[in-house]
């Protein structure tokens, strides 16, 4: 095979613009197609064979072999050549699906903060892979921020999948209800996604009066979340409620707090967890970070840093 570097880059680009599946040359010097190419006229380029890649019907490249020394190839050789493009074209699609989704998932996410007297509000969501079932929520409704950050057990598209649905359901019902009433209604009308063993949904959800700093919130198992008040102690919001999918019959009912002039929510999901040997860390790493951040976007970005 060619050493180094494709020296028989310009040819490939001669195979997706071919009428034929598939075709390969022994001597390319012979071939007009190849005389021209300067890895032929310098005798690197003694056998070339080609095979075009078509994603979604779209012509897309070519999965190429190609030699310094004349080859032949056998009938099984060029079928192994078309099966090796197959898997690649496979993967290409399904690459840019996920792509697709991604950008899907990025799109039901909040575009912009929400405009709060006395508050500063920002969010990040990074997924670990291209898609993924972490995702927040926010917006404001009579005079409450309703915010929701949430973790569907699961990565890949089957979690992001079921994370678009979860987010749909709750920002509906809390639009609609008071936040308990919200998050039993929005978990039964779900019901039917957890029928898979080990699929379910952490999740923290808060209704924030904004006028009085007065917050309502539930904990459906989530744990990751806490206040920090101007002097950098911290204490934990904590609920005693499962994720959505393990007790289909419950009921979810809300904790009240208070968020005073100069304290700071914050809530993370379990990824963030994973940078520290000792999760009780984190809460300390929190304070830190919270008491050097100017502004709540800088913040979220100097956790995700």
């Given at each position: 095979?060619?050493?180094g ?7 490939c680009a001669?195979?997706p ?9 022994r001597?390319p010097g012979g071939?007009?197609?190849f ?7 310098a ?19 070519a999965?190429c072999?190609a030699?310094?020394?004349p080859?032949e190839?056998?009938?099984?050789q060029v079928?192994?050549l078309?099966?090796l ?7 290409l699609?399904?690459?840019r ?7 899907v998932q990025?799109r039901?996410?909040p575009?912009?903060s929400p ?7 920002a969010?990040r969501?990074v ?6 079932g972490?995702?927040?929520?926010w ?5 409450h ?7 569907v057990m699961?990565?890949g598209?089957s979690?992001?999948i ?5 987010r ?6 809390t ?22 063993p ?13 006028r009085t ?10 744990g990751?979340?806490i206040?920090?008040d ?8 904590i609920?005693?409620y ?6 289909l ?13 100069g304290?700071t ?8 967890m994973?940078?520290f ?6 809460i ?6 919270t008491a050097?951040?100017?502004s709540a976007?800088?913040?979220v970005?100097?956790?995700?840093d």
């Amino acid at each position: 095979m060619l050493p180094g570097r494709c020296r028989a880059r310009r040819a490939c680009a001669t195979t997706p613009s071919g009428r034929r599946t598939r075709w390969w040359c022994r001597m390319p010097g012979g071939d007009e197609r190849f005389s021209h190419k300067a890895a032929v006229r310098a005798g690197v380029l003694r056998f070339y064979a080609g095979q075009p890649l078509d994603v979604n019907g779209e012509r897309v490249g070519a999965l190429c072999i190609a030699d310094d020394s004349p080859r032949e190839l056998s009938e099984e050789q060029v079928a192994l050549l078309g099966d090796l493009a197959h898997l690649v074209e496979v993967e290409l699609s399904r690459t840019r699906e996920l792509w697709q989704a991604a950008e899907v998932q990025r799109r039901l996410l909040p575009a912009t903060s929400p405009d709060l007297p006395g508050f500063d509000v920002a969010g990040r969501c990074v997924q670990a892979r291209v898609v993924g079932g972490d995702f927040f929520d926010w917006h404001v409704t009579d005079g409450h921020l309703q915010l929701v950050i949430a973790d569907v057990m699961g990565k890949g598209l089957s979690a992001a999948i079921l994370a678009a649905s979860v987010r749909a359901t709750l920002r509906v019902a809390t639009r609609f209800n008071p936040l308990d009433v919200a998050v039993t209604k929005a978990a039964a009308s779900i019901a039917d996604d957890f029928e898979d063993p080990g699929t379910f949904v952490t999740a923290f959800l808060v209704s924030l009066d904004y006028r009085t700093g007065r917050l309502e919130y539930i904990d459906a198992g989530h744990g990751l979340a806490i206040i920090i008040d101007a002097s950098g102690e911290a204490r934990r919001l904590i609920g005693e409620y499962p994720p959505f999918g393990i007790d289909l019959g419950h009921a979810w009912h809300t904790q009240e707090g208070v968020l005073e002039p100069g304290e700071t929510l914050i809530a993370v999901s379990d990824g963030f967890m994973d940078f520290f040997d000792d999760p009780w860390d984190s809460i300390g790493a929190a304070a830190e970070v919270t008491a050097k951040a100017t502004s709540a976007s800088g913040l979220v970005d100097d956790f995700i840093d």
